[in-house]
């Protein structure tokens, strides 16, 4: 299969434990949706050397796959959701990622997003 430029865009939300099997999930439905570039809006007060020393063993065994990570602060997410607006038409898909702990986070995020975008959802993990 030929995989598209388009990039999937990923909101999450999880703890640092949890980074590393978040970062091979993604990039595994990234394969598997037929893109070669993912969009990781992690919304966390981590920094973004933290999530990348977590997640090194996955970003490296994906090297072959575009990935732009961007660490946003809780009080951020208005800041987050003017980025993704801006780039929602060259968008693939989106994925929804939490983790139990921090379905709350995402849930208020949620309501934001409008319905057109909204439609271009792939999964919802925080289902």
Known sequence: MQLENKPIIVISSTNSEEI???????????????????????????S??????????????????GVYIYIWKPEEVDQMMRRIMENHKDMKGMIIYCDDNNKHMIEKILPKIPNSIKANIIKDYCK
């Open 20 to 46: 590393p099997n978040f970062v091979r999930a993604m990039f595994k439905d990234c394969r598997l949706n037929g893109s070669k570039k993912l969009v990781i809006n992690f919304v966390s007060s981590i």
């Open 48 to 65: 973004y050397p933290e999530f990348v020393q977590n997640a090194r063993e996955a970003l490296l065994d994906n090297i072959d796959l």
